[in-house]
């Protein structure tokens, strides 16, 4: 079946660092790739999104490019505030595969020190 | 910015107890989604539903589970008799295209079986 990789956390980082949290990914048809952040004590926000192979999503500052030969999703920003700290999951809709709704990663844990 | 709406925010029920967990998805989106998060763990797809019906589900969402769209706007998820292992973060989603341009989550329902 589907399934999404990510790095474990939690990862702490101090202010202005670069970030890179690794996603990966198998999948039985053509997927289309998220990004979500949930902040705490919020629900999950979309941060961004590639529904095709070289796709580059970006949202405040955040980028992931769709790699299909590598099947990987790496979301990278060059400069990490603090109010970045928050849980990032990479997710994946396969419907192509046949499946309705996502497929999660555990979840990355960013924490930005200033 | 429109919102999935979830109450309650936190519930604690017995175990053996019914559940309704209520959600007020976007008003006009057509597809609904129930997941669910066991703290530290991944979030999980439970189920889906589009036309008054279930589209698909998942593994976890055996006869315990039920949902429903009771009037033009609520989305409910009842758990018929409840165990200690149901105790997690539910979030429900809605989505006006079947995902393809992302689901929007609620804040979830934290429920806690005694």
């Known amino acids: 079946g589907d399934s999404v990789t990510q790095m474990e956390g939690p990862v702490t980082l101090s202010e202005e660092a670069f970030l890179t949290i690794n996603c990966t990914y198998t999948a039985t048809g053509y997927p289309s790739l998220f990004w979500y952040v949930q902040y705490p004590g919020e629900g999950l926000q979309l941060l961004l999104k590639a529904t095709k192979a070289d796709d580059k999503g970006s949202n405040k500052g955040f980028e992931a490019t769709y790699r299909k030969e590598t099947t990987s999703f790496h979301l990278e920003k060059g400069s990490v505030q603090v109010s970045d700290s928050a849980v990032y999951f990479c997710?994946?809709?396969?419907?192509?595969?046949?499946?309705?709704?996502?497929?999660f990663g555990k979840g990355t844990h960013l924490i930005i020190q200033p | 910015e429109p919102e999935v709406t979830q109450t309650p925010s936190h519930q604690v029920t017995q175990m053996g107890q019914e559940v309704i967990l209520r959600c007020v998805p976007i008003s006009n989106h057509l597809y609904f989604y129930w997941y669910r998060q066991i703290l530290g763990q991944k979030v999980e797809f439970l189920v889906s539903?589009?036309?008054?019906?279930?589209?698909?589900k998942s593994e976890i969402f055996d006869d315990q589970f039920s949902v429903e769209r009771p009037d033009g706007s609520n989305f409910t998820l009842k758990i018929r008799s409840t165990k200690l292992e149901d105790s997690a973060m539910y979030f429900c989603?809605?989505?006006?295209?079947?995902?393809?341009?992302?689901?929007?989550f609620g804040s979830g329902t934290r429920l806690t079986v005694v």
């Open positions: 989603a809605s989505s006006g295209d079947r995902g393809l341009g992302g689901y929007t």
């Open positions: 997710a994946l809709s396969d419907q192509g595969g046949g499946a309705d709704g996502l497929t």
């Open positions: 539903f589009y036309n008054n019906e279930i589209s698909e």
